[in-house]
């Protein structure tokens, strides 16, 4: 069955610094792999996905990320952190249906 | 304007107290959905449905009902609610089966069982 793990629980970040979140996943043939925001009292919101073809995607809210296979991992990116960018942040894999991570709590310190 | 919306969205009862958490979409979607959300745990899934009249479960569904009689409602059915239910819940819907990558989720109901 595929998996998906995150292997932060919680990361501080300065504001203007970049951003990193780890995802690895394991699933035996090529993921649909995604990535969702949940900002406080909110539903979740699909970041980005990547299906196939070219290894760094982007999303929304000035954030990518990018597929490498012989790592199994889809690690999320932004350059330059916001306020408004402290959130929890999943990582979920589909196969008939999406399963997800544990989840990446970011805190934005000013 | 697009949108899942769920009913209650804070909810504090007794175990054993019979309780309905509403979902309605109004995109027409066929699939829908319901998650619960725990500390470590990331989201579960708890039910869903690929269309009216045709439910499935989900990794997680004891403790727990739903039914679909029209496409844009989907209530979670706790018959007997007890506190291991406690938690964050959340309803999705997307366009189809298909589809059901790319899932809108509704705001969620905080739910606590004493």
């Known amino acids: 069955a595929q998996s998906v793990t995150q292997p932060d629980i919680h990361i501080t970040v300065s504001e203007g610094a970049s951003l990193e979140l780890r995802c690895n996943y394991s699933y035996g043939a090529t993921p649909y792999l995604f990535w969702y925001v949940q900002s406080p009292g909110q539903g979740l919101q699909l970041l980005l996905k990547y299906f196939s073809g070219d290894t760094l995607v982007q999303g929304i809210k000035g954030f990518e990320a990018e597929f490498k296979r012989s790592q199994s991992s889809f690690n999320l990116r932004k350059p330059s952190v916001h306020w408004s960018d402290a959130a929890e942040y999943f990582c979920a894999v589909y196969d008939y249906k999406l399963s997800f991570g544990a989840g990446t709590t970011v805190t934005v310190r000013a | 304007e697009a949108q899942v919306t769920q009913n209650p969205r804070y909810l504090i009862t007794v175990t054993g107290k019979k309780l309905t958490v509403t979902c309605s979409q109004n995109m027409n979607h066929e699939y829908m959905s319901w998650y619960r959300q725990d500390p470590g745990l990331g989201l579960r899934q708890i039910y869903y449905?690929?269309?009216?009249?045709?439910?499935d479960k989900g990794d997680v569904p004891e403790g727990y009902k739903v039914s679909r009689k029209e496409k844009r409602n989907f209530p979670l059915i706790l018959e007997s609610p007890s506190p291991n239910q406690t938690s964050l819940y959340f309803c999705?819907?997307?366009?189809?089966?298909?589809?059901?990558?790319?899932?809108?989720f509704g705001p969620g109901t905080r739910l606590t069982v004493t």
């Open positions: 999705a819907s997307s366009l189809s089966p298909t589809y059901s990558y790319e899932q809108y």
């Open positions: 449905s690929m269309n009216v009249e045709v439910t």
